[in-house]
């Protein structure tokens, strides 16, 4: 593949700092392309080492998100997934760690035939060859390349490199490139200060890329003066210098951009045919998030509470369950471990408690004193992964007796081990994609909450051939005990749903368990967040939310909608 056919890549990089927002920029493009009618995808390159954001710790790299197809990437492709409304794969995602890999193994192979290999051509070759598989996949008619990390980093200049030669391949109408940069405010001469963009411009000149376009990051609109001057200086026309300042909403960012051009610069760069786009969904969701109808006060007990990114898809899920219900959703983060060591009273304030996922046994303890409390106080409940577990052994020990329960995660000693490793994982030696990963089938009980949630998708999967059957994202190790689900059933707890096809295991892995006696109570194995999407909510989050909103409003839960 040598990008031949007449697939169109713009290309994004960041300078100055990291963190700016290239994973906005990037989305908010796709989402304005994809409103025009275009098929779009997108790829995040990631110069670490790592093979992919699997074994990395959630306060050093935030988020790791799970595609369809199982691969554990970095967060900006849940970002893509959630402004263009698509699946993306493993060969979104693009890694130093993967690139070298790849080479080696062909290099011990013989593939280069005893060459000597080298950065070039060998490596940039392979950098290049991903971003072409990643657009003939997908039958993208354009392919959005972000590439992390700033211009001038060291690890960055094979990628830099490789998206300077598409170009010369593929030819100038073909690529665009577009530069994000920070452009500070200095209080002291009350002026914004233009030279750091020079710099990162010149820099990027430096390794053969002349940006067609700048993304300036900025607290506040972008004065015409200012404008004019980076243009002047960076060789850049006035009309692709565009103003990405502070957005009171992320879903407010396609329209600033696209209210300043950036899609005609797209159109007249890239000879598109010029389209009025759809934006409705847009402009609706903004509304709401500027005047909810309602609001609710959520507090989620986690372990990495002090880094909000490591939860990062399940936040934006809460604010389309939000949307969806016309209210407000106000997160509070609690620390499992101080809801462990202290009082309750603190989740008194809650409209809903939400426990996400998480690995090791640190406040493990207080997580299931939170999934008690909403248990027993009739608060809305929603679990999610791990959040299912704490949910079972909390039930486990004091409403089906069995004193002591507890996952071998966390105990192995434990005299009833309700939660246990999968028999698959057993004889698993390394980490990194190695749990439970991707997309898995749900088979719905009847007659459940979990129906009630997921009935429009329940329509759609019968006349699609799969009755009873829903697909969410997985990333576990560990389970329900199947040696436990009848005492479990026999004291109340209700299975929603299971996976089918493993009726040997106790009629099937559990994926979801709920209780018949309460306002909202809602544990499910999967993460749902995970495809939560602007324009399709998560079912499991848009129930929560809207039971939290009765519960605030101190109304019956409503009859969740088809």
């Known amino acids: 593949m040598d990008g031949s056919h007449e697939t169109k890549y713009v290309f994004v990089t960041g300078g100055v700092v990291s963190s700016l927002g290239k994973g906005i920029a990037t989305s908010s493009i796709g989402a304005l392309l994809r409103t025009r009618g275009y098929r779009v995808t997108a790829v995040k390159i990631d110069p670490y080492i790592n093979v992919d954001a699997g074994t990395m710790r959630p306060y050093e790299h935030g988020e790791v998100f799970v595609t369809e197809d199982g691969a554990e990437t970095d967060l900006d492709i849940g970002t893509y997934e959630r402004f263009l409304d698509i699946d993306l794969g493993r060969s979104n995602n693009v890694t130093t760690g993967q690139v070298y890999q790849a080479v080696i193994q062909k290099e011990r192979q013989g593939v280069y035939l005893s060459q000597t290999v080298q950065v070039i051509p060998h490596v940039t070759d392979e950098i290049k060859a991903r971003i072409y598989q990643a657009g003939e996949e997908s039958n993208a ?66 390794v053969g890329i002349q940006p067609d376009g700048l993304i300036l990051r900025s607290r506040s609109a ?166 299912l577990q704490v949910a079972v052994i909390d039930y486990a020990r004091h409403v089906a007796g069995l004193e002591g329960a507890n996952s071998t995660e966390f105990d192995p000693y434990t005299p009833h081990p309700v939660i246990d490793l999968m028999p698959e994982q057993l004889e698993v030696d390394g980490m990194g994609g190695t749990m439970r990963l991707g997309s898995w089938p749900m088979r719905v009980s009847p ?98 939310i809207r039971a939290a909103v009765a519960r605030r409003r101190g109304d019956a839960v409503a009859a969740v909608p088809a």
């Open 141 to 206: 008619e354009i392919v959005l390349v972000e590439v992390g990390g700033t211009v001038g980093d060291i690890e960055s200049l094979p990628f830099l490199e490789a998206i300077r030669q598409v170009r010369f391949e593929v030819g100038r109408d073909r690529t665009l490139y577009l530069h994000v940069t920070l452009l500070p405010y200095l209080g002291s001469s009350e002026e914004y200060k233009t030279k750091p963009t020079q710099h990162s411009v010149a820099t990027l000149r430096g």
């Open 222 to 387: 972008l004065p015409p003066e200012a404008r004019s001057k980076i243009a002047l200086f960076t060789n850049v026309e006035v009309d692709a210098v565009f103003s990405a300042y502070d957005a009171d909403h992320v879903y407010a960012v396609p329209e600033m951009l696209e209210q300043q051009g950036i899609a005609k610069l797209l159109e007249r760069h890239l000879k598109l045919e010029r389209v009025t786009p759809e934006l409705r969904v847009w402009h609706e969701a903004v509304r709401v998030l500027r005047q909810p109808e309602a609001s609710v006060n959520i507090g989620v007990v986690g372990k990495y509470v002090a880094m909000p990114d490591a939860y990062l898809s399940l936040m934006e899920a809460l604010k389309h369950a939000g949307i969806a219900n016309r209210a407000r959703v106000d997160i509070d983060w609690v620390s499992a471990e101080a809801v462990a060591d202290g009082d309750l009273d603190q989740l008194s304030a809650f409209d809903g408690v939400l426990v996400p996922g998480g690995f090791g046994v640190r406040g493990i303890e207080g997580k299931v004193r939170a999934a008690r409390f909403a248990r027993e106080e009739g608060v809305p409940f929603l679990g999610i992964c791990l959040g």
């Open 447 to 544: 007659g459940t909450l979990l129906a009630e949630l997921y009935a429009g998708r329940l329509e759609a999967a019968a006349v699609a051939g799969h009755p009873s059957t829903v697909f969410e994202r997985h990333r576990h190790r560990y389970e329900v005990n199947p040696a436990y689900v009848d005492a479990l059933k026999a004291a109340g707890l209700v299975v929603g749903g299971v996976t089918p096809g493993m009726e040997g295991r106790g009629g099937g892995l559990v994926e979801a368990v709920e209780l018949s006696d309460h306002p909202f109570f809602l544990g499910v194995q999967s993460h749902p967040e995970f495809t939560s999407r602007l324009m399709r909510p998560s079912p499991p989050f848009t129930g929560f």
